[in-house]
């Protein structure tokens, strides 16, 4: 178990490496520090010592990978990839172009990201799985095809839709909730339950059509025929058998969002001005600030591989058939 | 004279290289048992129909023609009604005064402030208040009846042509309509409606802006109409850009295994680690940087937005194509093991004819599946990426920047709504279409759903 998990965070290194890598050319090679210096300073008005000054504060006007003029180890140490790119391996994030200090802003604006993020990640599972299985236990039925009809054309309607129509609804039209913003405490209430229902709500669709196919996997299971032929009512069935059955995929399907839920949604956090970690990355993407973007792909990636790593682990605990020792 | 932007040419292209897959696989006895089957289901036929007709759209768009000062192309000259008929400023669907107020000088020298007539809108009115709602039905019946009628015409036509049954004279209504396939009456039915609905939508538009204009004027409907063009050319050309790394490097790992499968897997858990927003905004940045630094190159705006359009949807299927790399890996590992392909191997076939005539064709369904559920996506994709500014150029008619130029207005009083709705409508119908589609080519090609419902 223990040399299982070693070797799969082992794994992950050459991941994040390549990612560095591949970050590295996209931000740094094939554009390059001074692309960056002429784009903030605007394109017009730059001299050349306007461009060395900004690169100079922030660490730019470093060599890229050798640097020829130092002597021994420094030659690779006092490069732009050592410095802005394996830095972040031990999560030193730097400062973003604007000067902030982004590992300070990650760990404060995670927190309003996971307000938003884990509510709907649990309102929408909750609302899915009980959809799924009602449309399972009317299956074959009218009321399964209207429903399954139903789920296509919510499937098709954009994000954007539901976020607008929410807003313009129950934040103007019935005034029930702000229509956007955040507040601390107990007062960030108000401002969650809009966000997080709209979450949800513009899942739905794609969200029950997939528990939906779990469940009629494991309802033509041999096990599920026993029970019927034992007497079983059909809902006990359901619930007592099938449900607890498809737990596994449902669980291990989770888990790997779980991490994930960290850097937030980008589009709800904008379009309901929530300061996380989403519209920080938006903020950064609109206003060019690699050194942000930069971070945050890195986050990502790292999130995505500690998901990679849970499942497995959750499989392990969950199907005592699957050993990771091997 | 004809003038190609690159992503006409492709779009092009690509819509006569699937007219020819369709074609060529028509001819595999064993794929025509699961076209038969699409035939068969009212939805996959009724939603293919809309498609073609949506697909039309974007191919009379795609052929310009320079007309000295402007590019024209064929469906802006069809509709140079709606294309000219711009008014000054928001205006409701089928209005006949302004939505916003202005001084306007009276005939007697007054100054009042007041909503202007529309200088297209109900123009050919002489008293609108009145007369504004007689002419809306005359309109709206003429339209729906002759509409209908045309749509007949054509529903009549489709059926002779894909009816094998040919001889329709034969028949009596009655028989007709009880022995024709169910999936053929509902495409019958779908014409005289399209019909109506268009023919509606014409009669109307002769004298009203249908879906209402927007900020600067600009009828709705000929935008949303626009728009068609950008998001078939998002769902199609980034499928193209995807294929050849899907498709190569996913025969390759699974045909080869060793380390080349090794080091394939590696490049697609790598890529597929960085969160595809992320990775998307951060190479359409770089792009962008990279398109200032060689402004040179683009000799106009419209060529300039073009190749924007163009690194989108290169940009796009560079981050989208593992998915499906990993299924064809997967598929071909297992075909290289088949006893066909044992046996050609042992008769001294080459490798590449094996890849090429044993194992290619026999990845056709994951590849037609995987199509046609990804198109749906990426014209979703196109509106969220446009409202981050990250998706296509802020002068291209698309659905994503109509919907986040008129976001803002809803908090106008009084609110203005059509153009979102005219673009989300749209947006709505495509993707719903695409869906149903796919559902249909999946239950239909997939093996493993041989028996599902």
């Known amino acids: 178990m223990m040399g299982y998990l070693l070797r799969r965070v082992l794994y992950g290194f050459p991941l994040l490496l390549g990612i560095n890598i591949l970050t590295f050319i996209l931000f740094f090679v094939v ?31 470093l060599p890229l990978f050798y640097a020829e003029k130092e002597t021994g180890l420094r030659c690779l140490t006092e490069t732009i990839f050592v410095r802005k790119s394996l830095g972040l391996f031990v999560f030193d994030f730097g400062q973003s172009d604007a000067g902030r200090n982004i590992g300070a802003d990650i760990r404060e604006r995670m927190w309003p990201s996971l307000a938003i993020a884990v509510p709907s ?21 009218r009321l399964e095809y209207a429903g399954l009809a139903l789920c296509v054309a919510l499937m098709s309607i954009s994000t954007l839709f539901y976020i607008i129509a929410g807003q313009y609804l129950l934040g103007r039209w019935f005034q029930w909730v702000p229509i956007s913003g955040f507040g601390e405490g107990l007062d960030a209430f108000r401002f969650v339950v809009l966000p997080v229902l709209i979450g949800a709500v513009s899942g739905v669709g794609s969200g029950v059509r997939w528990y939906r196919t779990l469940f009629i996997e494991e309802i033509e299971r041999d096990y599920v025929r026993t029970a019927r032929a034992k007497g079983l009512s059909e809902a006990r069935v359901l619930f007592r058998h099938v449900l607890r059955n498809a737990m596994i995929p449902i669980l291990t399907g989770v888990v790997v969002l779980l991490p994930l839920l960290f850097t937030g949604s980008l589009l709800t956090e904008s379009f309901f001005a929530i300061p996380g970690l989403g519209s920080y990355t938006i903020d950064a993407i609109s206003q060019q600030d690699f050194a942000i973007v930069r971070a945050m792909v890195f986050l990502g990636a790292c999130l995505y591989i500690v998901g990679l790593l849970l499942t497995d682990l959750s499989y392990a605990w969950v199907d005592p058939r699957i050993r990771l020792d091997d | 004279m004809l003038r190609f932007y690159p992503t006409d040419v492709l779009l092009l292209l690509t819509v006569l290289a699937m007219a020819l897959f369709l074609v060529l696989s028509l ?116 339209g729906g009846v002759l509409g209908g009628l045309a749509g007949a015409l054509l ?9 094998p049954r040919r001889n329709l004279l034969a028949f009596s209504v009655r ?66 850009a995807t294929l050849p790394l899907s498709l190569g490097l996913g025969i390759l790992a699974g045909f080869y295994r060793g380390w080349v499968d090794d080091v394939i897997q590696y490049l697609y858990t790598t890529l597929n680690a960085v969160p595809g927003v ?53 598929e071909t590992l297992k075909l290289r093991e088949m006893e066909y392909v044992q046996a050609a191997r042992i008769l001294g076939v080459s490798e590449f004819r094996i890849l090429l005539r044993h194992i ?38 698309s659905w994503g920047n109509m919907i986040n130029t008129a976001r803002l207005e809803l908090a106008r009083d009084p609110p203005v709504w059509w153009s979102l709705l005219g673009a989300f409508g749209f947006m709505f119908v495509l993707v719903l279409c695409a869906n149903l589609l796919a559902d249909v080519l999946r239950d239909a090609f997939d093996p493993k759903r041989e028996n599902a419902a």
């Open chain 1, 31 to 61: 554009n390059t520090p001074d692309d960056m210096a002429r784009m903030h300073l605007g394109q017009k008005h730059v001299t050349a010592e306007g461009i060395a000054k900004w690169k100079h504060e922030r660490g730019y006007d």
């Open chain 1, 121 to 141: 990640l649990f309102l929408g599972l909750v609302i899915d799985i009980g959809l799924a299985l009602g449309l399972v236990f009317f299956r074959l039925s």
């Open chain 2, 27 to 142: 001819r595999q006895e064993h794929l025509r048992r699961p076209w038969r089957k699409v035939m068969g289901s009212p939805t996959g036929l009724v939603s293919a129909l809309l498609l073609g007709l949506f697909t039309t759209v974007a191919v009379l768009d795609s052929v310009r023609i320079d007309q000295g000062a402007q590019t024209l192309s064929l469906l802006d000259l069809g509709l140079s009604n709606l294309r000219t008929s711009t008014e000054k400023t928001y205006s409701e669907p089928l209005g006949v005064y302004a939505s916003v107020h202005e001084m306007v000088r009276t005939s007697d020298g007054h100054e009042t402030w007041t909503a202007p007539r529309l200088v297209f809108g109900g123009r050919h009115l002489v008293h609108p208040e009145e007369d504004r709602l007689r002419d809306l039905a005359q309109r709206f019946f003429k």
């Open chain 2, 155 to 163: 529903a009549l036509l489709t059926a002779w042509i894909l009816w």
């Open chain 2, 175 to 240: 028989t007709f309509w009880a022995e024709l396939p169910r999936s053929l009456r509902a495409v019958m039915i779908t014409w005289v409606v399209l019909g109506c609905l268009i023919g509606i939508a014409v009669a109307l538009a002769g004298g009203y802006h249908v879906l209402g204009t927007d900020k600067v004027g600009n009828d709705v409907l000929f935008q949303c109409l626009k728009g068609v063009r950008t998001g078939i050319v998002i769902g199609t050309l980034t499928t193209l």
């Open chain 2, 278 to 330: 992320l990775l998307i905004a951060a190479a359409m940045l770089v792009m962008e940087s990279v398109m200032g630094r060689h402004e040179a190159m683009f000799q106009s705006l419209p060529a300039r937005a073009d190749f924007r359009l163009l690194a989108l949807c290169l940009i796009l299927g560079i981050t989208s194509w593992t998915g499906l790399c990993r299924l064809i890996r997967a």
């Open chain 2, 360 to 397: 290619l064709p026999n990845l056709f369904h994951l590849v037609l599946i995987s199509v046609a559920l990804d198109f749906s996506s990426l014209v979703l994709a196109e509106a969220v990426l446009s409202y981050i500014n990250i998706g296509v150029d802020p002068s291209t008619e």
